[in-house]
């Protein structure tokens, strides 16, 4: 019984995942047309694992298929956390997202077919140009720059500056030609390690915290990094991660596959006592802010943040939560943490997305009042 019991719950699980789209804890991304080592590898990895493009059956990712702008936007809807448009046309599965990106003036000039025709180049930068923002660039010309639309200038200038669509031989842009989708995996991993316009001004910093702060985080796949990194930029803050003995690989991750390290340790919890390469930051006494950051696993902290936390003696300190997720909150990962550690003054935490901007962070940031 306890058995059919762990085998429903899968099957429960898989098909959640199935239905929203995204992975609750990592993704399998060995598609069988995706060789090791070939040069869009990687970001078939990465945006696999950030739930934003997915298989298309049989075990199969298409790299050599034409992106559509249906496509596009159904990926960019899932970016910005599916928002429910006012009123969505009968086009069937990318209905919402076309809604969405119509309401969110993303598609103004361009060729709005969304299904049978291969989107441009020069159309596919200016969708993404707008989504973060439409920021003006000075951009260096292209050879054929005068084939690309007047609408798409800007869109152009920002792509090349912040190196989100490279030109091809002979610094040409060929505004008309079209995208594989192992092409538009490259595209969507620069544009999302990348958001943050060339030109851009610097974020105001948060207010003084009076004290020293400090960044704490474990990351298993780099996004919570990411986010520590950012924080710690912005406050001028010290950064100290979290690593065990044993460093966690793509394979241990894997949740889907029965077996696996995390799966073995949700299971056992007696397994969560996991060793850590030094469980004290240095100077930690010096320290009157702490930030602690971690991935949600099934929808707690992290276990690995855990030895972290009881290791160290909070008393006095001010501590700040925040973690990262595709689907799941904060949840009650900050209290369970505060109950672990006993002591400090434990504020609220928040959640970001795996894909979290850096206007979100420092927005975030500044409504701590840190300094008040």
Same mark, same amino acid.
């Given at each position: ?21 995204v992975n609750a804890f990592a993704a399998n991304t060995a598609y069988s047309d995706v060789a090791a080592g070939v040069w ?40 910005a956390g599916s928002p429910v448009p006012e009123a969505a046309p009968n086009l069937g599965w990318y209905a919402e997202a ?28 200016? =969708? ?87 960044? =704490?985080?474990?990351?298993? /796949? ?10 710690? /930029? ?124 850096? /206007? ?13």
């Amino acid at each position: 019984m306890k058995s059919m019991k762990k085998v429903l719950s899968l099957v429960l699980a898989f098909s959640l995942m199935l239905v929203l789209g995204v992975n609750a804890f990592a993704a399998n991304t060995a598609y069988s047309d995706v060789a090791a080592g070939v040069w869009y590898a990687d970001a078939v990895d990465y945006v696999s694992g950030q739930g934003l493009m997915s298989g298309t059956g049989n075990n199969r990712f298409a790299p050599d298929m034409t992106t559509e702008l249906a496509m596009v936007v159904s990926i960019l809807h899932r970016d910005a956390g599916s928002p429910v448009p006012e009123a969505a046309p009968n086009l069937g599965w990318y209905a919402e997202a076309a809604a969405w990106a119509e309401q969110s003036n993303l598609l103004a000039n361009i060729n709005s077919t969304f299904t049978g025709v291969p989107i441009s180049r020069e159309d596919l930068v200016t =969708v993404l140009w707008r989504y973060t923002g439409s920021p003006v660039v000075a951009g260096e010309d292209f050879a054929d720059e005068a084939e690309i639309s007047a609408y798409a200038v800007q869109a152009v200038d920002w792509s090349r500056a912040n190196g989100i669509v490279s030109g091809k031989p002979g610094n040409r842009f060929d505004p008309k030609g079209g995208t594989t989708r192992a092409e538009l995996a490259i595209i969507l991993q620069n544009f999302l390690t990348k958001r943050q316009p060339a030109n851009a001004a610097q974020p105001e910093p948060a207010p003084e915290t009076g004290g020293k702060t400090l960044v =704490v985080y474990f990351s298993a /796949s780099g996004s919570t990094k990411a986010v520590a990194e950012t924080i710690a /930029s912005t406050l001028s803050a010290d950064t100290f991660e979290i690593t065990p003995v044993e460093p966690y690989t793509s394979d241990d991750l894997n949740w889907t596959a029965d077996g696996s390290r995390v799966n073995r340790e949700h299971d056992d919890t007696s397994l969560r006592e996991i060793p850590l390469v030094s469980g004290t930051a240095p100077n930690w006494d010096s320290y009157d802010t702490v930030f602690i950051g971690y991935p949600i696993w099934w929808g707690i902290a992290a276990w690995p943040t855990n030895g972290f936390v009881k290791a160290n003696d909070f008393t006095g300190k001010t501590v700040i939560p925040f973690c990262t997720s595709t689907s799941s909150g904060l949840g009650q990962s900050g209290e369970l943490l505060k109950e672990l550690a006993g002591a400090g003054n434990w504020l609220e935490g928040e959640r970001f997305r795996s894909r979290a901007s850096e /206007s979100d962070i420092t927005e975030w940031l500044g409504s701590l009042n840190l300094g008040g």
